[in-house]
């Protein structure tokens, strides 16, 4: 089993920055993908941006610029620093990871952005 757990949400106005953390454990022997997702109110969940174990990173769009997606030096934690922060970026974030093709998720932490 591997268990995720995020930290960090929390409320900002816009413009403003938050730093989201996540931890990995478990049964973790050489995860394929870390990354974020995040799911508004009536919307989908989408990408946010991942990063592979060899440290190639992707972002949406959305966020290219204002967010960072990194791996901190303590084993199977990523980090997601995100700046200049919109409305439209208010959502449940999620960290995920995967492993042989098998996806775990975290319980999310909520990021409200005010305007």
């Known amino acids: 089993q591997v268990q995720l757990v995020e930290s960090g949400g929390g409320l900002v106005q816009a413009g403003g920055s938050l730093r989201l953390s996540c931890a990995a454990s478990g049964s973790i022997f050489r995860f394929d993908t870390m990354g974020w997702y995040r799911q508004a109110p009536g919307k989908q969940r989408e990408l946010v941006a991942t990063?592979?174990?060899?440290?190639?990173?992707n972002y949406a769009d959305s966020v290219k610029g204002r967010f960072t997606i990194s791996r901190g030096s303590a084993k199977n934690t990523v980090y997601l620093q995100m700046l200049s922060l919109k409305p439209e970026d208010t959502a449940v974030y999620y960290c995920?990871?995967?492993?042989?093709?098998?996806?775990?998720w975290g319980q999310g932490t909520q990021v409200t952005v005010s305007s």
């Open positions: 995920s990871l995967r492993q042989w093709g098998v996806d775990y």
């Open positions: 990063i592979i174990s060899g440290g190639t990173t």
